[in-house]
């Protein structure tokens, strides 16, 4: 899932090395100086939508995962497997593998409890509950949260037009709680509360990844080590809280599990490359897609029809994501 905290972060989907005039022009189709292709404009609009479109039907998956009634901890595991095994494969192929040094394990640790094992859990237990739709509305509100954060961290200043995003975000998720207006079931708003718990680890995540620093990774360096030690760490919860199960052989959830894992391993390492080559503020666009197309595969894949409540809260959200996200200026770097 794309998290864009709206100031600088390396966090994930970490922004990528700047390039002169990051985000404000794409490259030409090839490069006068060495004569080899480079992406062009529509092709980078084309990734850009691969971004959206493919993040977006990860909450869908992630409510068809639950359906068999797995428990939290036991879909996170195998989650994590899969996105080991892929991101494990692509540093393989770059022959760039994870550090060992201990300020890169304690990040890792901080990261996957941040990242991975508090909102991931709380995320399957609530969108067990809630429409996929809703879910991917919620997640817009990360770098709502993260902006006070990083106010109180005196990492970044104050704006109005920012104070007025952050209160649309408010009202957007106000909306979507007001009795009978957009969940269909009035007890739903009951887990509105623990979907949003989620967003605000991501927005800490944020907030440290951003204040310290990724420990000299690069962001694929960065995730295979956050995702092998989150199944490390998984694994004791898993089996305390006995919720361990055997996905074989695959059904309709564990296959949802496994690709919505692999998509979102692959998209990740697709942000890293778009952003290091249209750079970061660029690449944030894909947060926008990612929102919209939630809602459109909630509909595709399990049938969801939001009223139209959510659709107000929907456009709310956005306008209040597109006030609170500065402008003219990309994230901090990190080398891809």
Not at 64 to 70: D, F, R, S
Not at 256 to 280: D, F, M, N, R
Request: charged share 10%.
């Amino acid at each position: 899932m794309t998290v864009d905290a709206g100031f600088e972060v390396a966090g994930p989907p970490p922004p990528a090395q700047p390039h002169g005039g990051e985000g404000r022009h794409l490259r030409p189709a090839a490069d006068q100086r060495t004569g080899s292709w480079v992406p062009g404009r529509w092709f980078l609009v084309g990734v850009l939508v691969w971004l959206g479109v493919g993040w977006g039907s990860t909450h869908p998956l992630g409510k068809i995962a639950t359906e068999t009634g797995h428990g939290p901890f036991g879909l996170i595991f195998w989650q994590q497997v899969v996105m080991v095994a892929v991101l494990g494969a692509i540093a393989l192929v770059r022959r760039k593998g994870m550090r060992l040094t201990v300020p890169a394990m304690r990040f890792y640790v901080i990261v996957a409890v941040l990242g991975t094992l508090i909102p991931n859990g709380t995320f399957y237990v609530s969108v067990a509950h809630l429409p996929a739709g809703i879910m991917s509305i919620i997640i817009a509100t990360v770098p709502m949260l993260a902006f006070p954060m990083a106010l109180a961290l005196g990492m970044d200043r104050f704006s109005a037009l920012r104070l007025a995003g952050l209160a649309l975000g408010l009202l957007g998720v106000a909306l979507l709680a007001a009795p009978g207006a957009a969940l269909p079931d009035a007890a739903m708003a009951a887990w509105l509360p623990v979907a949003l718990v989620g967003p605000l680890f991501y927005a800490i995540e944020a907030t440290y990844v951003a204040h310290r620093g990724t420990q000299g990774m690069d962001a694929l360096q960065a995730m295979l080590g956050v995702s092998l030690t989150g199944l490390v760490l998984c694994l004791p919860v898993m089996l305390l809280l006995g919720q361990g199960y055997s996905p074989l052989p695959l059904g309709r959830d564990d296959a949802a599990l496994a690709l919505s894992s692999a998509l979102h391993a692959l998209l990740y390492a697709t942000y890293v490359w778009l952003a290091a080559t249209a750079g970061s503020v660029f690449a944030a666009q894909a947060s926008y897609l990612v929102t919209g197309a939630g809602m459109i595969w909630a509909m595709v894949l399990l049938g969801e029809r939001p009223a139209p409540m959510v659709w107000l809260a929907l456009v709310v959200m956005l306008a209040g994501v597109a006030l609170v996200q500065p402008r003219g200026r990309a994230g901090k770097a990190v080398a891809a």
